[in-house]
């Protein structure tokens, strides 16, 4: 039994994170905590691997403690940028057999949409992304659309793509959304929407749209059981669930 403790447990995303597990062949859930519970309950309930879907200004608090205490951590919370990795990396230097995962998106869908894109990039001179979230997300543009736009700036550089044109010259702040690598991301927050997001490429003549929906939280679910079970076999830094999915 993978002994699990969930940080953010009284969360949209915390409290399915919750059932999830609890519901899973081979996983105990012995921990659920929340802002203000101390982490040593983690330790004191023998936590092996613990979920994280807090906040961006409080999950590397969570994680130094984890990579600390040799607890091995699976993270859906967002706000990870190049510096933040290169920290985490630091740490598990120090504590070589512990695991981290960083998922920008758990559901397999939106991680087969991130791969399409990034394969896509290099035949199409535009792209352009936009996101669409429920209205109490608290942070844009979303970690998902943030790594897309990171995948598709790599894929072009490899091919040696030029930029995207564009010949705006005067707008108003935020028309053209914001700029990832070169990427224009768009975000739209609306009631009545989980998560959602289009990758639009365009070139002479043709357009191509990639869309992911995520319709319930459920979808996520898969995906952090798999990280669950991946990722004491995975010590350092693994920065995306295609890591362990088998996409050859
Ligand atoms: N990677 C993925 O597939 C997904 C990632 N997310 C991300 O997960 C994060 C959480 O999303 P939601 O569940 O919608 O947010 P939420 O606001 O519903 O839940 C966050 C929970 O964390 C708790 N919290 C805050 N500080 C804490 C601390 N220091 N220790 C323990 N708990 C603490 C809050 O009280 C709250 O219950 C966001 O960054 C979101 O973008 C959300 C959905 C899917
Ligand atoms: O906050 C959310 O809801 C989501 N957050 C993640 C993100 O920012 O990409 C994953 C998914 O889009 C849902």
Redesign the pocket.
């Known amino acids: 039994m993978i002994k699990v403790g969930v940080l953010g447990a009284k969360g949209?995303m915390g409290a399915l994170t919750c059932v999830a597990v609890e519901e899973a062949a081979g996983c105990e859930l012995v921990a659920q905590l929340d802002q203000g519970d101390s982490l040593d309950v983690l330790t004191e309930a023998g936590a092996e691997v613990v979920v994280d879907f807090t906040r961006p200004e409080v999950v590397m608090d969570n994680l130094a403690w984890c990579i600390e205490h040799g607890v091995h951590a699976v993270v859906?919370t967002?706000g990870f940028d190049d510096a933040r990795l290169a920290t985490l990396r630091d740490q598990l230097a120090k504590s070589p057999s512990t695991g981290v995962l960083i998922a920008?998106?758990f559901s397999i869908g939106?991680v087969l949409m991130m791969r399409f894109a990034a394969q896509a990039a290099q035949y199409y001179e535009s792209v352009e992304i936009i996101?669409l979230?429920?209205p109490d997300?608290v942070?844009a543009p979303?970690?998902?659309?943030r790594r897309t736009a990171e995948l598709i700036a790599d894929a072009r550089r490899e091919a040696g793509s030029g930029p995207i044109p564009d010949a705006t010259t005067t707008a108003l702040d935020g028309a053209r959304g914001a700029d990832v690598e070169g990427i224009r991301v768009h975000g739209v927050r609306l009631r009545g929407l989980?998560?959602h997001?289009e990758v639009l490429f365009g070139d002479e003549g043709e357009t191509l749209t990639i869309r992911h929906d995520?319709m319930a939280r459920v979808s996520f679910m898969a995906g952090v059981l798999l990280g669950v079970r991946r990722i004491g076999d995975a010590p350092g830094l693994t920065v995306g669930l295609e890591h362990f999915m088998d996409l050859s």
């Open positions: 949209r859906g967002t920008p998106n939106a996101e979230h429920h997300k942070d979303s970690g998902t659309a989980i998560a997001q995520s």
